[in-house]
């Protein structure tokens, strides 16, 4: 179980329920308790239990020696069998995989892998806290071991923090647990409410969004989306942490105990010291109090305070992780803080500094805020080098925002505001737009409560569990709960509008029966080794990914790439190697093909002028020439080469490339539905216009071996059209007239006897020019390969083109084989597939057939997409064979063939094979091939091609020759 999980909720209120009900018996409480909590931290894996107790039984009884004993000597032995104990535990369970892969690079002498624990850091820490304060002598050591337990395990704090001391936790677990009254339910219900946004709506809308895919791949990714990518990271950071810090400290409310709050608006301070006043409070406490503390120093000008922050922020920043990125973010912070002290101590001593000015203030938090967004790209990267390829794309000053969805731009401002609970800084350092109901500054209660304390007389009236409805009832008139119930049923609601928070709904019909079920009944767990074999995948091998303290962010083993969650899949055999599954061949009940097989077998004798042109749509692979690029060398080596086929004028998005051509444009305005509306739709074959009103210019040149005989490009010819000047090769421009009575898609060719290899389009800055895009081709005989992708895109993308100036493009193409490859994008719309995903093949097809009545056409499934389940395995998303099933259908009932590239991968749980395998065939979104995994998709697709072509090729020799009629008799 997790947090902004509903069952975790329930089991959270049951757990309450069970508290208050043993009354005054303190021991069945605690009892109760530290059981709960074992179970809960058992949900993940009941092998994590081993760790936990061994330290809860080592501390506990150094903690009771410890007060036994007066000798230094002694005392000083003792700590320090604690501080190896758990630091050695810490470092066997969280770097015992960095370890072993120092010792070994194939991973270990033994081939295996520890996993890594849940929660050790913070419970590691919270243990050690104790008993350095009963080394102190601020602490009195705790004679049960129950309490002990139910003091580190207990489960609202375990995963995430915050980090409790013992000072606060055991005056409470030893008297009445805190009255659950009006303010205090009131309080833990906007704090869960709050957390749940901040964390599944805010946090999980940019991870999976944006943020997974730009940092996995930045390379494929403007300057200006890799910019936002970064400042969604630090808003996600923020919305993970924070948003499991409220729903904790609320949960433990509910359950009784009140904890300090963790994070007061972070991205507000003025200073990095402030930030670190204001974020993670428990841990930069916590390693205030027992780490810099600790180190030797004295006070400025002496160096060794600025040294002594930056050892604690460097071993902070390995605390959470077990990579060197994360020690440079810590070394990084360290620094900062050294240059903020190393100011402060400028100041005359016993002088206050005077309150900063507005606009001294705002320039404060912007500085904060950007150096505090920048470090945050070494802890969420795994490298160093896949640090420096995020800054090398953000400096090269591509500015295209193309591929950030909506819903991401939408969850950027939520650092701002939505704050965590107000903390301990003065009144005037905060300032909180949604500020959650309780007590105000200074512990007294708020107005309106004073008011009502007045009237009640002395004391809290408290509420058991036999009066929760009166209570519920009660919380209905302050306007803080109205404003509680109001925050919860929104949430709940983009749940069902927000198809990647599927997991967080309230109720679902794939989790019936779940709240019943036991973690213990044969639900799948991480296995504390993993070996990954190259030779047999393993149908649920435990990724490796970035490990780090904290809530278990999305794209951690706790959540799903995708916002969403899904049931581990049901046991299936055990899959074939990937080299050796078996090929899955073309449907065409139909004979659909024939007339592309007829145009092939031409090109494959050779004969002259003999092109086959096949033009492939799909989505961000093909944007990239990935799979077509692979699929074009494997055809043309088979069949000759045709040409490279059809380019874009320009680079609508940052990785817009093919395979063998450089494309260079500058000064065009890029229009198409998937990123700014205009040209009224008519946006030629590949669904994009680069429009110019003055000298754009665009230069497309093919690598040296290659050149072109046969040039043609498209262009919209509309009223007031423009000049466009075209050359080849160096050579004088021929002035091609867009200018036409009516708006239409029209073309202008060029045969090349030469060869070419350059071709530079400029607009003359006469008028609008809308180009599309070029062909370039040869003679022939051999094939053709289009490569049509637009990222994000879908089929109902090419319904929202002009349907006249799409078929006339398609005319002009003059395809012998039009390839629809979509549905990865789809399988994110919670209503799809439906009677609208039908209709728009429908219509799609429809339109082909019009412009191509001779051609076939061939429906390519989505590729297989992978989630986090409940257990932090790989699992296929639930959409992906309901659409794989529609387009089947769909295609059947237009006659049309299909090739299920879902089954060709391997059919359910492909993601996670293919992302274990060396190389990895698919990046961390689980959804993106890399170049071996689209290679590999490409390969398939052309030998399903290829063996349906010689099966037709083997059918037709057999057919008998009709026989000839009879000569009718001479009269």
């Not at 296929?876 to 089954?903: C, H, N, W, Y």
């Amino acid at each position: 179980m997790t947090f902004g999980d509903p069952l975790t909720l329930v089991f959270v209120v049951l757990v309450a329920g069970a508290l208050r009900l043993t009354g005054s018996a303190d021991r069945a409480r605690v009892a109760l308790l530290a059981l709960a909590s074992l179970f809960f931290y058992a949900t993940w894996n009941p092998l994590y239990l081993v760790p936990l107790l061994a330290t809860c039984a080592v501390d506990w009884g150094v903690g009771l020696a410890l007060g036994r004993t007066q000798k230094p000597r002694a005392r000083l032995l003792l700590v320090t069998v604690s501080l190896v104990f758990d630091l050695g535990i810490l470092a066997l369970f969280k770097y015992g995989t960095l370890l072993s892969d120092l010792a070994s690079p194939r991973g270990g002498a033994a081939g295996w892998k520890l996993v890594f624990a849940v929660g050790i850091s913070f419970y590691t820490f919270q243990s050690l806290s104790y008993v350095i304060d009963v080394y102190r002598r601020e602490e009195e050591p705790v004679p049960s071991l129950l309490d002990y337990v139910a003091y580190v395990s207990f489960f609202p704090t375990i995963l995430a923090g915050p980090i409790t001391r013992a000072q606060t936790f055991f005056p409470q677990l030893r008297a009445a647990l805190v009255p659950l009254t009006s303010d205090a339910g009131g309080r833990a219900l906007f704090l869960i409410a709050l957390g749940m946004v901040k964390k599944c709506v805010l946090a999980d809308t940019l991870a999976t969004g944006l943020v997974n895919r730009v940092f996995e791949m930045p390379g494929l990714f403007s300057s200006a989306e890799v910019f936002v990518a970064i400042v969604g990271y630090s808003v996600q950071i923020y919305g993970d942490f924070s948003g499991y810090s409220d729903m904790a400290i609320g949960s433990a409310l509910l359950l009784g105990f009140r904890l300090k709050d963790n994070f007061n608006a972070p991205y507000r301070s003025a200073d990095l010291a402030e930030f670190w006043r204001r974020w993670h409070i428990s841990l930069s406490t916590w390693l205030r109090d027992y780490l810099f503390f600790s180190l030797p120093g004295k006070r400025p000008p002496s160096p060794m305070p600025y040294l002594n922050l930056v050892i604690t922020f460097g071993l902070g920043g390995l605390w959470h992780g077990a990579s060197y990125t994360f020690g440079i973010w810590g070394l990084l912070h360290g620094a900062g803080l050294a240059v903020v002290r190393f100011f402060e101590s400028r100041r005359p001593r016993g002088a206050r500094p005077a309150p900063p000015g507005a606009l001294r203030r705002a320039a404060g938090i912007a500085a904060t805020f950007s150096f505090v967004t920048f470090t945050w790209v070494f802890f969420r990267c795994s490298t160093v080098e896949q640090a420096g390829e995020l800054f090398r794309v953000l400096l090269q000053g591509t500015w295209s925002l193309g591929n950030v969805p909506l819903s991401a731009a939408a969850a950027l401002p939520g650092g701002a505001p939505l704050p965590g609970a107000p903390g301990d800084l003065p009144p005037g350092a905060r300032a909180p737009v949604l500020r959650p109901p309780g007590p105000g500054p200074g512990g007294e209660p708020p107005r309106r409560g004073r008011r009502r304390e007045a009237r009640r007389g002395a004391g809290h009236r408290t509420v058991h569990l036999p009066a929760v409805l009166k209570m519920a009832a009660r919380l209905q008139k302050p306007p803080r709960t109205v404003a509680t119930i109001l925050l919860v049923a929104a949430g709940a609601a983009l749940t069902y509008a927000v198809p990647q928070l599927e997991r967080y709904r309230p109720i679902r019909a794939d989790r019936a029966g779940t709240l019943l079920a036991s973690p213990f009944s044969g639900r799948p767990t991480v296995p504390l080794t993993v070996r990954v074999s190259r030779e047999v995948e393993p149908a649920d091998a435990e990724p490796e990914v970035k490990k780090q303290d904290g809530p278990p962010v999305a794209g951690a083993p706790s959540a799903s790439p995708g916002g969403a969650s899904a049931a581990p899949s049901a046991p299936r055999p055990p899959a074939a190697p990937i080299d050796d599954a078996p090929l899955v061949g073309l449907e065409d009940p139909a004979g659909q093909l024939e007339s592309f097989f007829r145009k092939l077998e031409k090109t494959a004798g050779a004969e002259a002028g003999a092109v086959t042109r096949i033009s492939h749509f799909g989505d961000s692979p093909l944007t990239g020439d990935l799979i077509s690029g692979d699929a074009r060398s494997r055809l043309q080596t088979a069949f000759g080469d045709g040409g490279h086929g059809f380019v874009l004028a320009g680079r609508p998005w940052a990785w817009y490339g093919h395979r063998g051509v450089s494309i260079k444009a500058s000064g065009w305005r890029v229009l198409s539905p998937l990123l700014a509306p205009g040209n009224a739709g008519f946006h030629g074959l590949a669904g994009v216009t680069f429009s110019s009103r003055g000298e754009a210019r665009t230069e497309i040149e093919l690598e040296k071996k290659k050149t072109f005989t046969r040039l043609e490009v498209t262009f919209t010819r509309q009223p007031g059209g423009g000049t466009l000047l075209v050359s080849v090769d160096g050579g004088p421009p021929d002035a091609v007239p867009t200018a036409g009575t009516a708006r239409e898609t029209a073309s202008y060719s060029r045969a090349v006897a030469a060869g070419g290899r350059e071709v530079v389009l400029r607009a003359k800055g006469d008028g609008d020019v809308a180009v599309h895009g070029v062909v370039l081709e040869n003679d022939g005989p051999g094939v053709v390969y289009d490569a049509l992708g637009a990222n994000g895109a879908s089929v109902h993308f090419l319904s929202l083109l002009n349907a006249s100036s799409w078929e006339q493009a398609l005319a002009l193409r003059r395809s012998d084989l039009v390839i629809l490859g979509y549905g990865t994008n789809e399988s994110g719309y919670w209503e799809n597939p439906g009677a609208r995903y039908r209709h728009d093949h429908t219509e799609v097809i429809g339109r082909i057939r019009r412009a191509l009545p001779e051609a076939a056409i061939l429906l390519m499934a989505p590729m297989d997409r992978g989630m986090r389940g409940e257990t932090g395995e790989i699992v296929t998303m639930p959409s992906i064979p309901k659409i794989v099933e529609a387009q089947r259908l769909a295609a059947r009932e237009s006659g049309v063939a299909f090739f299920d590239t879902f089954d060709a991968m391997g059919g359910e749980g492909t993601m996670a094979r293919w992302y274990d395998s060396e190389p990895r065939l698919v990046t961390g979104d689980f959804t993106h091939t890399t170049h071996q995994g689209s290679a590999r998709v490409a390969r398939l697709l052309v030998a399903a091609l290829e063996d349906a072509y010689a099966a037709w090729k083997q059918a037709r020799s057999r057919k008998p020759e009709s026989p000839a009629a009879p000569t009718p008799p001479a009269p």
